[in-house]
């Protein structure tokens, strides 16, 4: 709004008019400034904190016992395929070449989780370890699948600054994901058949990480200011053009 509209505002509705428009102003300033961004990013962590904790919670207030059908049945699995065939494809940001990229970011990160922890669970090695050495192939797990994905990235030829960008924003759920883990394995509490519960508890939790990605994808898409122009990214026979 220029200066001769806002004078033209305050003649016409006076000088209550004049401050609500001033008002107005303000938090349009607040809105787009970085402070405001890093106040509702932080909330939104804390959030994502509490939520994954209380995954912990609801399977702790659980009477029923897990068993392996439960485990290689978790909803995780629906809901990645739910998310890689259904809404990931549909999924539409702020040019068509960050639509493109993102989409094949989204879909090579979740198709990283759904093979790897399958691969894990299938052996079925878990049910006769023992604390210690279930803690240690968890983080095995978890660092082959973010190698996996960030090597098929690299191979596709998404932007490097989109893989960090992401990477960054990923960095603390996963720091808060390897304590909860750690929690679990040397809790007393989820003592069971061949560690069942053990491994249903931490798919919930890797459940909250994907979540956590999906819902972070397209403010960090927004955050990316002027990196990404003039670039090309080729996906299935088709050029996308940042503008």
Same mark, same amino acid.
């Given at each position: 709004?220029?200066?001769?509209?806002?004078?033209?505002?305050?003649?016409?509705?006076?000088?209550?008019?004049?401050?609500?428009?001033?008002?107005?102003?303000?938090?349009?300033?607040?809105?787009?400034?970085?402070?405001?961004?890093?106040? /509702?990013? *932080?909330?939104?962590? &804390?959030? =994502?904190?509490?939520? +994954? $904790?209380? %995954?912990?919670? @609801?399977?702790?207030?659980?009477?029923?016992?897990?068993?392996?059908?439960?485990?290689?049945?978790?909803?995780?699995?629906?809901?990645?395929?739910?998310?890689?065939?259904?809404?990931?494809?549909?999924?539409?940001?702020?040019?068509?070449?960050?639509?493109?990229?993102?989409?094949?970011?989204?879909?090579?990160?979740?198709?990283?989780?759904?093979?790897?922890?399958?691969?894990?669970?299938?052996?079925?090695?878990?049910?006769?370890?023992?604390?210690?050495?279930?803690?240690?192939?968890?983080l095995n797990l978890i660092n082959t699948i973010v190698y996996d994905y960030?090597?098929?990235? /690299?191979? *596709?030829?998404?932007? &490097?600054? =989109?893989?960090?960008? +992401? $990477?960054? %924003?990923?960095? @603390?759920?996963?720091?808060?994901?390897?304590?909860?883990?750690?929690?679990?394995?040397?809790?007393?509490?989820?003592?069971?058949?061949?560690?069942?519960?053990?491994?249903?508890?931490?798919?919930?939790?890797?459940?909250?990480?994907?979540?956590?990605?999906?819902?972070?994808?397209?403010?960090?898409?927004?955050?990316?200011?002027?990196?990404?122009?003039?670039?090309?990214?080729?996906?299935?026979?088709?050029?996308?053009?940042?503008?």
């Amino acid at each position: 709004m220029s200066l001769n509209e806002v004078i033209s505002f305050i003649e016409k509705y006076g000088f209550k008019g004049g401050i609500l428009i001033f008002l107005i102003l303000l938090l349009l300033t607040l809105l787009k400034s970085k402070w405001f961004s890093d106040i /509702l990013s *932080s909330i939104f962590d &804390k959030f =994502v904190e509490v939520f +994954m $904790k209380k %995954k912990v919670k @609801d399977v702790e207030s659980t009477l029923k016992p897990i068993t392996e059908s439960d485990i290689t049945n978790h909803d995780i699995f629906n809901y990645i395929d739910f998310w890689m065939y259904s809404k990931v494809p549909t999924f539409q940001f702020s040019t068509d070449y960050r639509t493109a990229v993102f989409r094949k970011y989204l879909t090579i990160y979740l198709k990283s989780y759904k093979k790897n922890i399958q691969i894990f669970l299938n052996e079925k090695e878990y049910q006769n370890w023992d604390d210690a050495k279930i803690w240690k192939a968890l983080l095995n797990l978890i660092n082959t699948i973010v190698y996996d994905y960030e090597k098929e990235m /690299l191979e *596709s030829n998404l932007p &490097k600054i =989109v893989i960090d960008k +992401m $990477k960054s %924003k990923n960095n @603390d759920t996963i720091t808060l994901t390897i304590d909860l883990i750690e929690g679990i394995c040397n809790s007393r509490f989820y003592e069971s058949e061949k560690n069942f519960l053990k491994i249903y508890s931490i798919l919930n939790i890797l459940l909250s990480v994907l979540e956590n990605t999906i819902s972070h994808s397209e403010p960090t898409c927004n955050s990316i200011n002027g990196q990404l122009k003039g670039l090309v990214f080729r996906d299935n026979g088709k050029d996308f053009t940042e503008p």
